[in-house]
């Protein structure tokens, strides 16, 4: 009745004592529907946590709702900075891998959290299986998440000196976040991964590149614009075009007089 009702809570307290008290009744399955279906309509994730792990013998809904509740619980752990206990929730819901989507995303976070704590090799690992599973899971906003799954890749890698492997991830990123309608990835990621994929060439010395990476940047006045032009003439001054590198290194003094650069 409390259910029917609308009484969220004391339904979920009424439900859980009866599948306690009454394990074999012939309505234990439904009460365990019912109970799964309330869990996931609340907000109090910790809480929900803690009741749905004291039910024996959980239905495939249960288990369906357990993911979900884990992860969920693991993103407000994750916004409060406790990157350790966001990893040990996601593993919690990685148990039951019912959802596709779920699965995937518990990956991408895996790697954020690990990414925050500079397990890079770890971090890693795990955007590249969300890289793997999303292509099969029907994630919302799939493509920021993939914009951005490259994007950590690739810094993964740069921090790691790992150049070459750093500047496939940070391409995908930039192919990605080029069209891209979000405001963070248009905004943000695809300046600096293609400042990023400048650098991962330039350290490669694959100068043509680097270039042409460094030039999306200035022909954009994007941030970090002054940097790419400081890129761009000490790369025209490895390749003895000291004229062209004055006049590039001038425009950082006219156009950013207050730049470190200059």
């Known amino acids: 009745l409390?259910?029917?009702l609308g009484y969220g809570k004391q339904a979920i307290l009424t439900i859980q004592s009866f599948i306690t008290n009454y394990p074999n009744s012939?309505?234990?399955e439904e009460a365990k529907g019912i109970l799964s279906d309330l869990l996931l309509t609340t907000k109090n994730y910790k809480d929900a946590l803690?009741?749905?792990q004291s039910i024996q013998h959980q239905t495939p809904k249960m288990k369906k709702a357990y993911?979900?509740?884990a992860f969920?619980?693991?993103?407000?752990?994750y916004s409060d900075k406790n990157f350790n206990e966001a990893i040990r929730l996601l593993n919690?819901?990685?148990?039951?891998?019912?959802t596709p989507d779920f699965t995937a995303l518990s990956y991408y976070w895996m790697g954020e959290s690990n990414y925050q704590l500079e397990n890079y090799k770890i971090a890693f690992t795990q955007y590249n299986k969300f890289l793997e599973l999303a292509n099969s899971a029907d994630i919302k906003n799939a493509n920021w998440y993939l914009i951005n799954a490259n994007y950590a890749a690739g810094y993964t890698q740069f921090k790691q000196q790992q150049y070459a492997a750093a500047a496939e991830y940070f391409a995908e990123a930039i192919a990605k976040s080029k069209n891209a309608t979000y405001a963070e990835a248009k905004n943000k990621i695809y300046p600096d991964a293609n400042l990023r994929?400048?650098?991962c060439n330039f350290m490669l010395k694959n100068y043509a590149v680097a270039l042409n990476s460094y030039d999306v940047i200035i022909q954009n006045n994007a941030p970090g614009s002054d940097y790419a032009l400081y890129q761009k003439g000490t790369i025209l001054g490895l390749q003895n075009n000291y004229e062209e590198k004055i006049q590039t290194l001038e425009k950082i003094g006219s156009k950013y007089p207050t730049s470190a650069y200059y």
């Open 67 to 69: 993911q979900q509740i």
């Open 72 to 77: 969920l619980r693991a993103l407000e752990v």
């Open 26 to 28: 012939l309505y234990n």
């Open 92 to 98: 919690v819901s990685l148990k039951n891998p019912i």
């Open 197 to 199: 994929n400048g650098d």
């Open 50 to 52: 803690v009741i749905i």
């Open 2 to 4: 409390s259910y029917e």
